[in-house]
């Protein structure tokens, strides 16, 4: 069953994961390592079933997977419990189906984005983005942040993979950009100017049109809606977006976190000696801080190490998605690359103060079933792929 | 080229960026950057505390207690872990405002390091912390020695009282940190260094809601040291008589001291405030209401306060004429018949004495034959010998604020009223009216030329204090025959009211008119006469006649004290009872 697929990426995930069970043990103890355990466990036995799966088949059942999925998130609005709503609890365990659909909606995407071969204009990026913005709402309604932002990177790298040229990805986005910047009149006129150029030298009308008067409407609407909104509400919006310009909660967790990494200095404290998670400086210490702790105990080796096997992991993935001949395949693994490569980096960018703290597990890594169920989920479908991977 | 491979070659070197991006960012916290954590996360688990250290006891010449620590809870917060909640809620127990404890917070640098935001708060205030303790988050609870004063109000005065540093404070002394206790007014404030004693400190480790998990054993604590005790010469047992002797009057001070060694008894102040207010941290109204209440209970009379001396001058004037040979005892001026008439002006006499000699002129206190003998002998002669004796400087007593009074010479008298003053002022000052003023200590001072033979010695508070004296120039036989007249006030004159059984009293009464209402009772006096052991001066305000108010209340204190002194028995009781306790806390 094991023949011909990629085992290097089989070790990673098994050698992260047991990194991540040792580490769950050093922060949280006996109890919190074991019910990983369990969860890791039921991730392996899935990933073997998920394994014997054909790319053709979960191309057409991505469909009715996305469905469901988003069907499970607009229930999980109306659960009764706790607030935020992120979690289905069935008896010991609970279920986050935000992960899931990060599974669900990268295939959905691969799916859709296989059927077409050219993807030249600004209408062919329209379905891709209602297809992330739809579960992406959703997770965002719960609230939950941290885990909506991450669909839009994933939309982008699968754009650009499926073969949308970059240039034209970025003039497909770039409103957002323009709405940002109008915060600052200077910022914006600076930015305006230098995208009239920018689209000048395209030498594409149709880019030069959308591009020009998207930028200019998001550029002046933007502060007119935001200067007719009450002045707390406004105050909600800044908090929620940013919850690092909140000195007393947010910048204490990364101080917290960049003393415990920077304490560890070369070789680290020690398996279990960390003083800062130990004594509870660190916040989130099992699952979004889990890096730190990685660091404080472990040192600089620890962390070259682990980050190693995560850009090792990462390569291996873009090398089967650029040698996949099968368009959906390729896409899908594409996705998936993109899914845990920027869940990768914002967590461990978070943890040593270079990124925003958004709140984002690490994968294979953070405590958390739900998580290594999906990573553990999207890379057996990768291992089937490259299992076949010669295969049109 | 392939198009995949493009896209393969971008996606492959943003993964490299990446990559190298956080090895460098890694390198920089944990290498370059690396110890500057390692000793963050040092200071996160270890925690500086300060243990106050007790402060040493003031005792009286009888070795009883006047100040002392009993111990008291205090609230301190922690800057790096208290939350807002935590600070509402505290705030709520405390009945403080959360303005105020952020200040005081903010006072301290080190966010680490705790800060004492409430002293020695109630058992109801504690009870409520200690169950919420979970939710409160840096928030600790202690103990430490809190100022404790037994006798309230009859020595506030002279012991003064501890107060919370202001910042301005702790910027000038920086052995001092935000919460400590500083010695303010009295025996406290002068002797603070002597009183105070140094914090120890000690290391514990701390999880990150700032709980205590242990003692660290790598770094060695610095043990408290105890402030010294403190032994002064004063007599408590006599104090609380005296206050006994003064309770009908609203307001009035009194100093005894022993005229041959200058060792302070009693020095007593009314009306007075409760010290102990201050222990736990007094409200700013509470001390505005206390400081500008109009009979001034937070100031010290017996040294602060300047009063005209009145009649008690007249030994002085006398003193001044025959030192300087101008007069000698049996000199008469014109007899007295109750006014005497300068220029326009009249002054007048309180009694018609007729023709009287010196001697007798101070026995009956005679205001007519003084300010003959005033204008006789000059201003000068009267100035030069009363600034010798102590007029219109300061006694040099061990505790602060003490005021110089005011002794009026020519060349003040020229700057105040310009060429034209008048022999009327000299009128005045001779009967000690006018502008001269003294403090009640000072004129204490001022009599031990007569009860100590000329050796005036400067008044103090500590036991075993090598003594400096100041010798007059003043001859001997005046100053014999003064004395002799002062025994004469005593036993048949103005002062008689002083007077006690079988034994010798020297005394003044005097009179003091001031702006203020009725005049001032003024006694000073010393007895026995020919060794003195003790020596009063009472002046109680706006209540009368010196010779009727002031003069029987210093007689009792004399009879008192030298019933005390002589007695086999011991008098007085040592009270005691709380050190067990004590002892077992610190």
Known sequence: ?392 | MDENVIKFKALRNTLGIIFVLLVISAIRLQIIQGKKYYRLSEENRIRKRYISAPRGKIFDRNNLELANTRPGFYVSVIQAVVDSNSLKEISNILGLDTKTIKETMKMEKNPFIAVKIAHDISHRQLAIIEEKIDELNGIEVGVEPVRNYPYVDILCHLVGYVGEITYDEIKKDNSYSIGDYIGRMGLEEQYEKHLRGSDGIEYIEVDARGRMIGRISEKRPIPITNGKDLYTTIDLALTESVAVYLQNYKKASCVCLNPQNGEILVLYSKPGYDPNLFAHGLQQQEWQRLNNAPDAPMYNRAIMSCYPCGSTFKPFVALAALDANMVTNEKRFEPCRGEYRLGRRIFRCWKIHYSLDLTNAIVHSCDIYFYQLGRFIGIDTIVSRARDVGFGKKTGIDIPHEKAGLLPDRAWFEKRYGKNWTEGHIFNLSVGQGDLLVTPLQLATTFTVFANDGKIPVPHLIKHTAVSYHTTSISKEAINLVKEALLGVVSSGTGTLAGIRNCEVCGKTGTAQNPHGNDHSIFVGFAPAHDPQILVCVIVENAGHGGSIAAPIAGKIMKTYLANITSETPVYQKSGGDDALQKQVF
């Open chain 1, 1 to 392: 069953m094991l023949k011909k697929v990629d085992r290097t990426l089989i070790i990673l995930i098994i050698i992260l994961s047991l990194i991540g069970l040792a580490m769950i043990y050093s922060t949280a103890g006996m109890t919190y390592m074991l019910r990983q355990g369990t969860w890791l466990a039921a991730a392996i036995f899935i990933a073997f079933i998920f394994s014997t799966i054909t790319p053709r088949i979960w191309s057409n059942l991505a469909p009715y997977i996305y469905a469901i999925t988003l069907i499970l998130l607009f229930l999980l609005l109306f659960t009764h419990g706790t607030y935020p709503k992120r979690w289905f609890k069935i008896g010991e365990f609970s279920l986050q189906p935000s992960e899931f659909a990060k599974f669900a909606t990268v295939l959905m995407l691969a799916s859709f984005l296989a059927t077409k071969k050219k993807l030249k204009t600004f209408t062919d990026m329209i379905i891709p983005l209602v297809i992330v913005t739809i579960p992406a709402l959703l997770i965002f309604i719960e609230p939950d942040l941290g885990a909506a932002q991450i669909f839009f990177p994933i939309l982008i790298i699968m754009l650009y993979w499926a073969g949308v040229p970059f240039p034209k990805i970025f003039i497909f986005f770039s409103p957002v950009v323009s709405a940002v910047a109008s915060f600052s009149i200077y910022v914006w006129v600076v930015y305006i100017a230098a995208f009239t150029v920018f689209l000048y030298f395209r030498k594409q009308l149709s880019d030069f049109i959308y591009g020009f008067v998207s930028n200019s409407l998001a550029g002046l609407v933007m502060p007119v809606i935001w200067n007719s909104i009450k002045e707390y509400q406004q105050k909600r919006i800044i908090s929620f977006f940013s919850p690092w310009l909140d000195p007393q909660g947010m910048s204490w967790q990364i101080i917290q976190s960049k003393i415990a990494i920077g304490s560890g200095k070369l070789l680290g404290k020690g398996f279990l000696s960390g003083t800062q998670k130990k004594l509870e400086f660190l916040p989130e210490r099992h699952t979004d801080f889990i890096f730190s702790c990685l660091g404080e105990e472990f040192g600089l080796l620890g962390i070259v190490v682990t980050v190693m096997l995560y850009v090792f992991l990462l390569y291996r993935i873009l090398v089967l998605a650029k040698e996949t001949k099968n368009r959906f395949a390729s896409i899908f693994v594409s996705g998936v690359l993109a899914w845990i490569g920027y869940q990768t980096f914002l967590n461990i960018g978070m943890t040593m103060g270079l990124l925003p703290i958004t709140g984002v597990p690490l994968p294979f890594l953070s405590y958390g079933g739900s998580s290594l169920l999906a990573c553990f989920m999207a890379i057996s479908v990768c291992l089937k792929i490259s299992k076949s991977k010669l295969e049109y």
